[in-house]
């Protein structure tokens, strides 16, 4: 038993890690330019399971980070819209800061494509991602904006309750 555990907390922990590298690899994507090539390989080899500036960064699962980047990249023009409508109508996406914007386009990504994946969990990693990098009040706003897509695509998860 406590070997299925040990498993599990390990997948866990490499999602959570392949999270926070998609975000960051969007965020550097929207802010530098790079192509979605140049980054896979850039996080390939500096990132995902090394360390970094000091910080040692945990082994990431590489194709749920694949996955994540390469399907908001492709979905961006479908999920932007979702988000906007989610967000207050005096705060449109394109005023919210760049990293949350990758923090909300991953959730929403993964929301309604990793159905693998509970949308509770969903939300509440890309809330620990958003602490990561912002405030409690910016990362409360993710949680509010993600719970709204999640029920959206995944009503059936929360009619159970």
């Keep these: 038993?406590?070997?299925?555990?040990?498993?599990?907390?390990?997948?866990?922990n490499r999602r959570g890690a392949a999270r926070l590298?998609?975000?960051?690899?969007?965020?550097?994507m929207e802010i530098g330019g790079a192509g979605i090539n140049d980054v896979f390989a850039e996080f390939d080899s500096h990132w995902l399971g090394n360390e970094?500036?000091?910080?040692?960064?945990?082994?990431?699962?590489?194709?749920?980070?694949?996955?994540?980047?390469?399907?908001?990249?492709?979905d961006q023009v479908r999920i932007d819209p979702l988000i906007d409508d989610a967000l207050s109508k005096s705060w449109p996406l394109k005023r919210v800061a760049a990293i949350l914007r990758a923090v909300l386009r991953a959730g929403s990504y993964e929301l309604?494509?990793?159905?693998?994946?509970?949308?509770?969990v969903v939300v509440s990693e890309y809330v620990d991602v958003a602490h990561a990098f912002v405030e409690k009040d910016e990362a409360g706003m993710v949680n509010a904006v993600l719970d709204q897509i999640a029920r959206r695509f995944r009503t059936g998860e929360f009619a159970r309750g």
């Design 1 to 12: 038993m406590a070997d299925i555990k040990a498993s599990i907390d390990r997948k866990a």
């Design 112 to 120: 309604e494509h990793r159905k693998d994946v509970p949308a509770r």
């Design 52 to 74: 970094v500036e000091g910080d040692r960064y945990l082994p990431a699962e590489a194709a749920f980070f694949r996955d994540v980047v390469a399907g908001v990249v492709r």
């Design 21 to 28: 590298a998609a975000v960051q690899a969007l965020y550097q």
